[in-house]
C-alpha cells in the first residue's frame, strides 16, 4: 500500500463505490483521521458519525446502533470507550467490523503500525530488542504491541512505574500461546535496546486525575535516561504524547514518533482492503459459554447485557468473549 500510495491513482478504485462507518464513541485524532485518509485514498467514502449527537443520546443501546448502521454501509470501524465493544458489534454486524480501540483493552491496528514501523526501520521484528515503557496497566496499544511481538518473535521487556504492570494474564497468555521471551524489569536498560515504546499515562482510565498525575511523574523519556542509550535505539509512540517526553528529544534523530503515526495510513489502507475484499474471516477455535458474567467494571457486557463467556485452548479455559478476560 505505501508503494501504490507513491501514485495516488492506482489505489484509488481499490474500494471505488464502497461505504465505510466510521463509528467513533471515544476521542480520537490520528485514528479516525488516519481511517478516513485511507479509505479515501482507496476511493471508498466515509460515513461520518457525531456521538454527541447520535441517538445514544437518546438512550438507544450500543448494539442497535451498531446493527442499524452496518444496514447502510459496506464496513464499520468502532471506537468505544468499553472494553469489548468492538467484538460485541462484531456480533450483531453482517460486514467486517474493525476495532479503532476498545476502551483500555485492545488498539489492534495501532500494533500493525507498530510492527510495520518496527519491520521498516529494524528490517525484520523476530530479535529486536524492544522495552514496552510506562503505563502497561491500562494503554491499549501497549497490549495489542504485547501480543504482536510475541507473534513475531521479538525480546520483549516490560518497565512500568508501581502499580501500573501489565495485567500477568496477559503476561502469561502471550508466553503460552506464543512463547514469548518477556522479561519485566525496574528500569529500563537502553544500552542494548533497539527499541523503546512508550506512551502516555491513560488519565481517561483512572479512578482520580490526581493519581493519574502521580504515575505520569514517575517516568518521563529524557536526554537523561537516554545517556548510554544505544545509538541505533528507535523511540516509538502512539501519539498524542502530552508530558511523557522532553520536548528536547524530538529533535533527537532516534525519535521516529512522526513517521510511525505516517505509517498509519497505508497500514490501515491495507486493514480496509483486507476486510472489504472478502479476506480474514476466519472463525475462532473454542465454544461459547452462555450465561457468563463478567466481573470487569469497564466491559461492554455490563452495559449491553450481553452475557457470552468463550472457552479455548486444551484447557478449555473460561474468559469473556468480549473484553476477552479470563474467569476469576
Ligand atoms: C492511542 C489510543 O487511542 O489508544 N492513540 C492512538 O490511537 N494513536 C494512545 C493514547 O491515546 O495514548
Redesign the pocket.
Known sequence: MEELLASPERCAGILQNRLVANMFFEA?T??NQSFQAAANRLGAKILVFHPQSGSGAKGESFSDTMRMVDGYSDAVIVRHPCEGAARLAADVCEHPVINA?DGGNQ?PT?AFIDLYTVRKLKGKVGGVKVVLFGDLAH???MHSLLYGLSMFKAKITLCSPPGLGMAEWMVEEARRKFGAKVAIEKKPDLSSADVLYT??V?KERFGSPREADAAQAAFRVSKKLLEGANEELAILH???KVDEIDAEVDSDPRARYFEQAKNGVPVRMAALAMCMRGFGREGKGGRRVPGFSCKNQSCISGIEKAHWGWAEGAGLRVRCRYCERPAG
Open positions: 480520537s490520528r485514528t480501540g488498539h495501532q494503554a491499549r496499544s506512551c502516555r491513560q502512539p501519539l498524542p
